[in-house]
């Protein structure tokens, strides 16, 4: 996971846009829970849809983040002018970053009680 969020700030770095978007911005706190959806969505395509070779990786994959953007209400559009303004700012992107990757440290010493209660 945390593999995943070093490659996408690293993207975000060499991609990031000079000027400020045009339409709606998302909040810092709004991308946070978005970007832990997507990243979530990515990882479960690469996973097991992947494996499914009458599947499209691509297809599902883009299906899967569109699955998020109508959970949360925005458009692909609004998460990726959002993606882009941040990656110009690394303070707020490091920010954001940051805490999907605390979330997903809970979220592993969570699975990881679970497993080790098993053996008690």
Do not use: T
Not at 94 to 115: F, G, M, T, Y
Request: overall charge positive; proline content about 5%; aromatic content about 12%.
């Amino acid at each position: 996971m945390k593999a995943i969020i070093i490659f996408i700030a690293l993207i975000s770095f060499v991609y990031g846009c000079k000027n400020p978007p045009e339409g709606k911005l998302l909040p810092p706190k709004k991308m946070q829970v978005v970007m832990w959806d997507v990243l979530q969505a990515d990882a479960y395509a690469e996973l097991y849809i992947k494996k499914d070779s009458l599947k499209s990786l691509p297809a599902a994959s883009a299906a899967l983040q569109q699955k998020v953007f109508d959970l949360h209400h925005i458009s692909k559009d609004d998460f990726y002018r959002s993606y882009k303004y941040y990656s110009d700012k690394p303070d707020e992107m490091r920010i954001i970053l940051d805490s999907v990757s605390a979330k997903a440290e809970r979220n592993r010493n969570n699975v990881l009680q679970k497993q080790y209660k098993r053996f008690d």
